[in-house]
Structures are given as structure tokens and as C-alpha cells.
């Protein structure tokens, strides 16, 4: 019985850490949220080459072949100086081809996204607003062994930068490419500006046999692989959020002594980090059911991302609160925080989701 | 990252579950003290008493990893807890082993495992209760006699005890309050003490007032150097963490509430099609949860043999919020029969809605568990 990160997963936790102040610290994400782009493609290029893209990917297919848990402290790392990166949407574009992809598909598409040379990104949520399969009206006729598309995708992740999506309709995956004839993308900016997301429209576009994924029924574990991802990005920037207004409460003086000294102060931030910690404990063992393929996962899954969103809903709002005026001036840096929230809470489904979701596979 | 257990460890589950499939059958009546006195017999003679205490003495020897496994199959079996003197083993034991003399184990140490009476615990007084350490009991040494005077409050079970661990203060002029505290054993027959209970808002009695008369204590009852009582209290306290038993209860009591929410009605359907109900159990299942594994980290720190910071306190206040919560909707989901003494299930989620404070406030209050977070773990300045 073990659950504690490895030396290794440790070391890896301070070399993130390490690059990303020294190369993206939050001044830089300041920078890189007002460019139309919104990130930095030299950096792309350079954690391409330290072989951080391809973490989870096989390593026949070019990358780490690490897991999830892995993946958990490079992605609470990114959390924590809100980098702005399309890592998120490959990392899940790329475990959907896993899961779901034949081993020619997996071969085709997987060593262009370990090394970063493509960005992919999974377009799966509608209008609906549904994060199950019944959410999904994509019309997909067959047009010969292939498909045709028509319909919309929002919410897609660094939907603008993406040069291939994994499309999901009811019983199917498709991989479409970006600049296929019919495909649309329209950026939809968020309040968040370290957060990119984008429509894509799909008019009569053509896949071809050979881009339909294997193994559809796959979407379920991709979607749990996905919302683990995200829980662990917004536990990092959560945990972030407390420890700038904790340096905040320590310094900032009021009635003569710094304001951390009081309990009005103090106990808020106390909370938030029971809530941060305990949520951080259900991702860490939802992680090791993914990794293990253990029938737990979807539960451990949706209690940690049902918790995690409510908690980082609440920090956000408080961290902007505790720091008074400054708290809500664009120099002081909890609004960033404030704004991913945004983002995060809703991102594959909010608390209530995941509660129903949780309670519901407790019954089965 | 790993749950799995070694072979020796599977074999040790192995050995508690024969254990419970033959000595508590389903459908034992654990209220039975015959019943009470055999399964104690037969766990004293597997040294499941005193499991984690040295071997030398008379407990078990056990590894970490054994005692969580042995709490895990008992709590799931709903067992009796292993031993009656609950105050004995839980702290006046473990105090005695580390800092007793050879002759004070071999006076208390046999008599806590085979329960033989009980031990109660004079910490908090009057105006010394989150503060502990400011407690002003007064003690003063006459030759081989220590004399004690003042009064002791929220001393669990004091009127059926025999024994007490007593805090008090053998210097009070010292710079650091922590320092001037003694640590005394006492005979609660020893003249001069008296015991008045304290009716709760059960209308139980569970706690009471104890008052010291010029109590005489033989300075071979000293428990530790003079002067050293804090250190003795603090550091006995120090157990493995797991929180497995805690955890393994709430899981019980959160069952419990399931099945409370299957047979009320809200809105004309049963409560646990709620969405509102629903959401809230698994808001709580959530939070139980994170305490398992907020345990199995701490476990697994405990295991590599490093300090333990505040898991405790995060752990307890999330106990704290759940056995509020319990008894909140358990008896909201009654409705207006809610407050009714022993209407529904003989009134035991009544009972349950009034008792949690023995959990929540003993041992430390939610805002003092808060204090000992900001300030340990966020670094905050202290009060």
C-alpha cells in the first residue's frame, strides 16, 4: 500500500515547476492572454522536445508511455500559473485515438501529437449542453464505409490552433482534420483569457473510412480520462489561488497587525484548503483507478471533479474578497483565477453532473 | 501509487475474517455482556487488544499496515470495539508505556488491556478548555505528597471510573504556560474528590464536573518528570492515521441515510429521488471520500516515517461537518415530524441529531481545527 507520488513523478514536479517560472511565469501569461493566438509556440515547441506532450502516449507512438497519475502532476503544475497551452485539449485529443483508435489509426495520428508538430483537440459538446452520449444530434450519414457531418460543436477546446479534431457523435469518432472542406472554426472568447475555446462548424464535411475511429464506445472512459485531466488543472490553479492570498493575508496590514491574523481571514482560507486537499485525495486515487482500469474509476471521477468545481467556484470568489480593494483591480492577479473557475466549473460537466452522475453508479 | 497489499498482509485480512466468521456470526446480539466477555477473552489472547503496543508489555506488536487492516475488517463488520477500557487504550496506556516507570506498567498496564475497570481524563477546566494549556488545577508538593485543589470539567464517564489522568499545574510561574503542567494518576476514591454529572441535551449523562479538596497523590503516581505533563499528554495522543474507522462508521451512518431517504416522501416521491436530497448524499460521500484518502496520504507519510503535519485536523473537520450533516437530514427528510420525540425508528436519528457534539467539540472545535491549519500549514501568524 502506497499512496504517495514517486521519486520520480516528484522530480518531474519540480522540473515543470522549475520551467514554467522560469518561462511562463504569470507576468509572461499576461502577456501571451492579450496575443490573438493566446500561447506561445516556442514554448509548445520546447516541451514538445523535453517529451512533456507526449507523457502519456505510448512509446511506440513517440512518447513517455507514462499515466494518468503522471499526467496529475504535470497538469496541477500548469494549474498552478494558469499556462496558457493547447496541452490540455491534445493530451485529451490524443487518449481519445488511444482508447478508441485502431493500432494503424493510433500509428497514424499519435507521433504527430506526442512530439507537438500537430495540436488536437476533441469536439464533442453541443448545444445541448449534455455531457453524455444522448447530448449528441452531430448528423452522421454514411457515405460509403465513411460519414458525412453536419452540425455543431462548441466549447471546443484551443479550437482556433487545432489542426485536427476527434469528432463524437451518437455511436461514432471520427479524426477531422482542420482544414478539411466544410469544417469552420469560430473563436468564442471566454471571460478567461488564458483559456482558448472555439465553435466548429461541420457543413457536409466527408471522413473517409479510414478516420473513423475503431471503437466508439470508447467516448465514456475518454470523457473520464478527460474530466480527470481537468480536475487535476483546476485543483492546481485552486491550490495557487489560496497561497497568493495567503502571502497576501501575511503581509497586507490592517488595525495594526497583518490581516491573516484574524479568524474572519483565517478560517475561510483554512477551508478552502481542506476542500482542496480532499478533492486533490479522491483525483489521486481516480487517477490510479484510470491507470489500473479498476471499475471504480467513473465514480472516483465525477465525486472528484463535482467537488473540485464547487470548491474552486468558492476560492475564486473568496481569494477575490479576502485581498479587499486590490482583489478586484486587473494588477492583482486573483481575478485570473477568479475567471478560470469559469471556465473549469462547467468543463465536462459542473457539480451537479457529477454528483447525479456519482450517486447514480453508487446504485448500479 | 499503489493499493496493493503484500501476501503477509492479505494472509493477516485473511486471519481477521475467519476470526469474524466464527466468533460474530450475523445475527449476533452484541448488547449481550456474556457475548462482550468471550469476544474480549478470545481478542485478548490474539493480542488484537493493545494491537499496535511492544510485545514486551503485553500488546500485540503490530505493524502499521496490520492495525489499519485490523480496524478495516472490523468496522465493516460492524464489531464491538477490541477491549472496554476505552480511555486506557486509546491514551492512558500509550502515555504510561512511553513515559510510566517499570513499576506503573506492571500496576496499569495488564488491568487496561483485560478491562478491568475504567479510566476517565481530567484535562479541560472551566476556563481552560480550547486553551487547554492555560489550565491553573493547583498542585503543590509536600514531601512525598503531591496536593491537588481545583476542578476538572467535561470528564467523560468520571462517575463509573476508578482511575484518572490528571493535568495540573505544579508551577505557575512559568513564561510558557506549557511548561509548570504535571501529569498525575489518581484513584478517584481518594478523598476529597467529588463528581457531579452533567446532564446534556440528550438529557443524558455522559460527562461530568470533578472537584479536587486537598486530594493527597502519592508522588509515585506522577506519570513523567515534573513539569513535563504536556509533553506526556501531547505525544500520547500520537496514533496511526488512517482514519480508517472513522471513515469506515460515516460510510455505515451515510448507508443509514440512504435508506432513511428510500422510505420518506418528499413532494409525494421518496426522498432519495430528490434531486436536492440526492445531491446532498453525494456531496457527503464525496467528503467521506476525500477523508479516506486524505487518510491513506497521511498513512503513507506515516509509513515512509515522515511528520505528520495537520492531516488530523483536516480529517476531523470533516468529520465534524458530516456528523452534523447526518442528523440534519435525517431529520429534515421527516418533515414535520422531524422533532417528534420517538415517532419514526423509535427516535434514534433524534438522538443522533442531538449527540454529535461529544464528536465535534471534544477533542478540539471545528474553529479551533481551522486555527491549527491556517497557522501550521498556510503559515498564517498566530492569534
Redesign the interface.
Known amino acids: ?6 521519486e520520480e513523478q516528484e522530480l518531474l514536479r519540480q522540473e515543470v515547476r522549475k520551467f514554467l517560472d522560469a518561462h511562463c511565469p504569470l507576468e509572461e501569461v499576461r502577456k501571451l492572454m492579450e496575443t490573438p493566438e493566446g500561447f506561445s509556440r516556442d514554448l509548445w515547441k520546447q516541451m514538445g522536445e523535453l517529451g512533456w506532450i507526449g507523457l502519456p502516449i505510448a512509446e511506440v507512438h513517440g512518447g513517455a508511455g507514462l499515466g494518468w ?1 503522471d499526467l496529475v502532476v504535470l497538469l496541477e503544475e500548469m494549474g498552478r500559473t494558469l499556462f496558457p497551452s493547447p496541452f490540455l485539449a491534445t493530451t485529451i485529443a490524443a487518449a481519445a485515438i488511444r482508447e478508441a483508435g485502431s493500432d494503424a489509426q493510433q500509428a497514424q495520428w499519435l507521433p504527430l501529437l506526442a512530439d507537438g508538430s500537430k495540436i488536437g483537440s476533441l469536439a464533442y459538446l453541443e448545444a445541448s449542453d449534455r455531457h453524455d452520449e444522448a447530448g449528441l444530434e452531430l448528423a452522421a450519414k454514411p457515405n460509403g464505409a465513411g460519414f458525412v457531418l453536419s452540425g455543431d460543436k462548441v466549447q471546443v477546446l484551443d479550437a482556433a490552433a487545432a489542426d485536427l479534431f476527434v469528432v463524437a457523435w451518437r455511436g461514432g469518432l471520427a479524426v477531422v482534420e482542420r482544414n478539411a472542406k466544410g469544417v469552420t472554426v469560430t473563436p468564442t472568447p471566454s471571460i478567461d483569457q488564458t483559456r482558448r475555446v472555439g465553435r466548429v462548424r461541420f457543413d457536409d464535411v466527408a471522413v473517409a473510412a479510414g478516420a473513423v475511429l475503431a471503437n466508439p464506445a470508447a467516448l465514456g472512459r475518454v470523457l473520464d480520462l478527460a474530466t480527470a485531466a481537468v480536475t487535476a488543472e483546476l485543483l492546481g490553479a485552486a491550490e495557487q489561488a ?1 497561497r497568493i492570498t ?1 502571502d497576501y ?2 503581509e497586507r496590514e490592517q488595525f495594526g ?2 490581516i ?2 484574524f ?1 474572519g ?3 475561510p ?3 478552502m ?2 476542500d482542496v ?3 486533490k ?2 483525483l ?2 481516480a ?2 483507478c484510470l491507470d489500473e482500469g479498476d471499475a471504480d474509476a467513473s465514480r ?1 471521477v465525477s ?2 471533479k ?2 473540485a468545481s464547487e470548491a474552486f467556484a468558492r476560492i475564486g470568489i473568496d481569494a477575490v474578497q479576502l485581498h479587499g480593494g486590490v482583489g478586484f483591480t486587473w494588477e492583482y492577479d486573483p481575478h485570473l483565477y477568479l475567471k478560470r473557475s469559469k471556465w473549469a466549473r462547467p468543463a465536462f460537466g459542473d ?2 453532473f457529477h ?2 452522475r ?2 447514480a453508479l ?1 446504485e448500479k | 501509487m499503489d493499493f496493493h497489499f503484500t501476501p503477509e498482509e492479505e494472509a493477516f485480512r485473511a486471519e481477521v475474517r475467519a476470526f469474524l466468521d466464527e466468533n460474530l456470526p450475523p445475527g449476533t446480539n452484541t448488547n449481550d455482556p456474556s457475548f462482550i466477555a468471550e469476544w474480549n477473552r478470545k481478542a485478548r489472547e490474539k493480542r488484537w487488544i493493545g494491537f499496535s503496543w511492544p510485545k514486551e508489555v503485553g500488546g500485540g506488536g503490530a505493524t502499521i499496515m496490520q492495525q489499519v487492516i485490523l480496524k478495516e475488517e472490523m468496522s465493516k463488520r460492524k464489531a464491538p470495539p477490541l477491549g472496554t477500557c476505552f480511555m486506557g487504550l486509546a491514551w492512558v496506556g500509550p502515555a504510561i508505556i512511553q513515559y510510566g516507570t517499570e513499576a506503573q506498567k506492571q500496576r496499569f498496564i495488564p488491568d487496561i488491556l483485560d478491562g478491568k475497570y475504567q479510566w476517565c481524563t481530567g484535562y479541560s477546566e472551566p476556563s481552560s478548555g480550547s486553551d487547554l494549556a492555560s489550565l491553573q488545577c493547583k498542585c503543590v508538593r509536600e514531601g512525598d505528597t503531591y496536593v491537588v485543589n481545583g476542578q476538572k470539567i467535561w470528564t467523560s464517564i468520571a462517575m463509573w471510573s476508578k482511575w484518572i489522568i490528571l493535568l495540573v499545574r505544579t508551577d505557575p510561574n512559568v513564561t510558557v504556560k506549557h511548561d509548570g503542567i504535571t501529569c498525575l494518576l489518581v484513584p478517584m476514591d481518594t478523598p476529597g474528590i467529588t463528581v457531579r454529572p452533567i446532564k446534556n441535551m440528550s438529557g443524558g449523562a455522559m460527562f461530568a464536573e470533578v472537584f479536587f479538596d486537598d486530594v493527597r497523590v502519592p508522588v509515585e503516581n506522577r506519570l513523567g518528570a515534573e513539569g513535563q505533563g504536556w509533553q506526556v499528554t501531547v505525544s500520547a495522543l500520537a496514533h496511526e492515521r488512517s482514519s480508517i474507522a472513522e471513515v469506515e462508521g460515516l460510510k455505515r451512518k451515510l448507508e443509514e441515510v440512504k435508506e432513511l431517504a428510500r422510505r420518506s416522501t418528499k413532494n409525494g416521491r421518496p426522498a432519495l429521488e430528490d434531486d436536492g436530497i440526492r445531491r446532498r448524499i453525494a456531496r457527503y460521500e464525496a467528503k467521506i471520500e476525500g477523508m479516506r484518502f486524505n487518510g491513506m496520504r497521511a498513512l503513507t507519510k506515516q509509513l515512509k516515517g515522515e511528520p505528520l503535519g495537520a492531516e488530523t485536523s483536516i480529517n476531523k473537520l470533516l468529520r465534524a461537518e458530516l456528523e452534523v450533516a447526518f442528523g440534519e437530514i435525517a431529520l429534515e427528510m421527516q418533515g414535520s415530524a422531524g422533532h417528534l420525540e420517538k415517532e419514526i425508528d423509535g427516535g434514534r436519528w433524534q438522538r443522533f441529531a442531538l449527540s454529535w457534539p461529544e464528536v465535534v467539540i471534544g477533542g478540539g472545535t471545528p474553529n479551533i481545527q481551522k486555527n491549527i491549519i491556517a497557522e501550521r500549514v498556510l503559515g498564517l501568524p498566530k492569534d
Open positions: 500500500m502506497n499512496f504517495g507520488f514517486t497519475v489560496i495567503v493575508a501575511k497587525q497583518p491573516g491574523r479568524q481571514v483565517k478560517h482560507l483554512a477551508e484548503y481542506v486537499e480532499s478533492a485525495s479522491i489521486y486515487y487517477a490510479w472516483a465525486l472528484a463535482a467537488y457539480s451537479d454528483y447525479d456519482a450517486i453508487g
